[in-house]
C-alpha cells in the first residue's frame, strides 16, 4: 500500500470528474491541508470575506447551471457566511460548502478553531449537512454532497472536514454516480389540472423562479399565449421567468395577503407555476383568496408544496409540467388577449441634475444599456421603475437575493461574471444597488477588479433605506431609528478597492460613463446620487 493515494488527491480526482475545479474561498489555517498542493487544472477564486464568497459562488452556480465549490474557514468563517447561504437555499443553488475542522486528535479537549457541533451550525439553510465519521469516507461524502446538492430541489450542502484527514491513505478511487435533476409529475393529476384549468372563464398565470432556472423560459410564453391569460411574477421573486415587455405581462404581485388577494380579484382560477404560494411579507390581513378563486400550484418542492395555505398542488418539473398542459388544455375561441403594463412612451429621454429621480436614472440608461446584459438588482425601493425601463427580456438575465437580506447583490454579480466567462459567454453585467447594500459586501469588488470583470454597479446614493422607511409606514411602527445613512463616501471606498469610479451630476453625465465603462477592462463604480422615494409594497 505504499503507493497508495491519500484522500486529498482521490478526492480532487472526483472533483476534476464531477467538473467542479473553481473553488471559492478565503484561505484559513484548518483548510490549508485541503488547498495544499493546488492543481494547476483548478481555479482558486478568493474573495476578502466569507459572506462574500458564499454569494460569489451563488452567483456562479445560476449563471453556469452546475454546482459550486465553496471553501469556508472553521466556526468564525462559516458564521460570517450564514446570511449569504440563507440566499442561497432560498434560491435552490446547488452549492458544495466545505468547511475546515480541527485535527481530529485534539478535538476532545476543544482546541482554539476547534467546532464542536459543526453540522449544526448551517442548519436548516442546507439540504444536507455532515462531517465523516473517518478520513477514508471523505470522497464518498463529496460524492453523496454532489448528489444531494443537484437531486430537485437543488440547494447548498455542508461538509466539516477535520484538517488531518487530507493526508490519510484512500481506500482506493472514489465511485463516481450520475442522479437525476428532474422530477417527472403525475400524469393522471396533470390532466386533472389541465381539465380545470379549461373549466376556467378567467385564468391568471403566474410564473416563478423555477420557470428560468429550469430553462423552461419559452414554455411558459408558449402556455400563456396559448391559454391567453394575463400573466404575473411572483411577489420579490429572484429570477424573471416571463418577458416583461410582453403585452400579456402585468408586474409582479404585492407582498402581503391583502394586497395579493385584491391584485387576484376578479380571476376564477389562478395558476401558480414554480413559485412559492406566496412569499408574504409583511402581515397585513386578508383573505388568501377572493371569493369564487381557485388555486392551482406546479412546483419542484414538496415544501412549497407543502406550505401553501390555499390550493391544489402538484410536485414536478415546471418545464415538463408547461408543455404537457400546452398540449392537454383547450381554450375557448372567442377569449380576448390580456392587455400588459401600460408603458410610458419612449419619447425624448429626460436631461436632468442629480439627485436622480430613479425613474429617470432608469430612463437614460435605457438608451445605452446592451440589449444582452444581465440585470443584478438590490435597490429595491426602485423595482417597479426597473420594470419600466429595463424589462428582462430574456431568460437568465434577471437576478436578485432570495433571502430578503442586502449584501447579496455585490458578489453575486461577481460570480455570474464569472460564471459567464466560464461557460464562454460574453456580457455586461449590471449591477443596481443601493447605497446601503453595498457597503455589506463591498469587499466583493476587489475580486471584480482583480479579475477584470466586465460589471457596472450602478450606487444609488439616496442616503437612507427607503425600502425600510416604506415597511415603517406600512407596518405603522414611528420613529424607527437608523434609517438615515449620512456622509457615506462611496467612490473613494471603491478607487481603494482597485475599481473605476465615477460620481456622476445628471442623466448626461450617467449615459457617458455608462458607455466609457461598457469599453473598460474591469468594473466601473458609477455613483449616482438620487432623490429619496418610497415604494408601494401593498
Known sequence: MANAKTVHEVTYDLLRSLGLTTVFGNPGSTEQTFLQNFPEDFSYVLGLQEASVLAMADGFAQATGEPALVNLHTAAGTGNAMGSLVAAYRANTPLIVTAGQQTREMSLCDPYLNNPDATLMPRPWVKWSYEPARAEDVPAAFMQAYAVATQPPAGPVFLSIPLDDWNKPALGPAVLRTVSRRVQPDEDRIRVFADRISAAQRPLLVLGPEVDRAGAWDAGIAFAEKLRAPVRGGPLSDRCSFPEDHPFYGGPLPL????????????????????????????????????GTELLQVTADPHLAAAAPVGDSLIGDVGIVLDQLRSLVEVPTNRQAPAGLTRPAHGDLPVSSAPLLPGDLYAALSSVKPDDAAVVMESTSTLAELITWWPTRRPGSFFATGSGGIGWGVPAAVGIALGDRARGVRRTIVASIGDGSFQYSIQAIWTAAQHKLPIVFVVQRNGEYAVLKSFALLEETPQVPGMDLPGLDIGSLAQGFGCRTVTVDGTEGLVSEFKAALEADGPTVLVVPTQPQLPFLG
Request: proline letters at 6%.
Open 256 to 291: 402581503t395577503i391583502a394586497g395579493i388577494s385584491e391584485a387576484l380579484s376578479g380571476h376564477d382560477l389562478v395558476i401558480v407555476i414554480g413559485a412559492q404560494v406566496f412569499r408574504y411579507y409583511p402581515f397585513v390581513a386578508g383573505d388568501y383568496l377572493p371569493a
